[in-house]
């Protein structure tokens, strides 16, 4: 019984091989899909850039807002 399970797996193992065996140089071959994966990975690239850009961008937005309040505070408290 146990002869017969490792050989209907061999022969399961050895069929989805040949199946990849001809699979891949196939899916090497076509560029059918090749340009949406390049927009999804140029789409990953520029967001991971945006968001290294936003946290300091944030901080010189949020100093020049700071400071503008501050002016505006003094010069309202000092000319009453």
Request: overall charge neutral.
């Amino acid at each position: 019984m146990a002869e017969r399970v490792w050989v209907s797996t061999w022969f399961l193992l050895r069929s989805q091989y040949s199946r990849m065996k001809k699979l891949v140089p196939r899916l090497w071959r076509e560029e059918e899909g090749q340009d949406l994966t390049e927009y999804a990975l140029l789409l990953v690239l520029l967001s991971l850039a945006a968001v290294a850009f936003l946290g300091p961008l944030a901080t010189v937005v949020n100093d020049v807002f700071s400071n503008a309040a501050a002016n505006l505070t003094i010069k309202t408290t000092c000319c009453d």
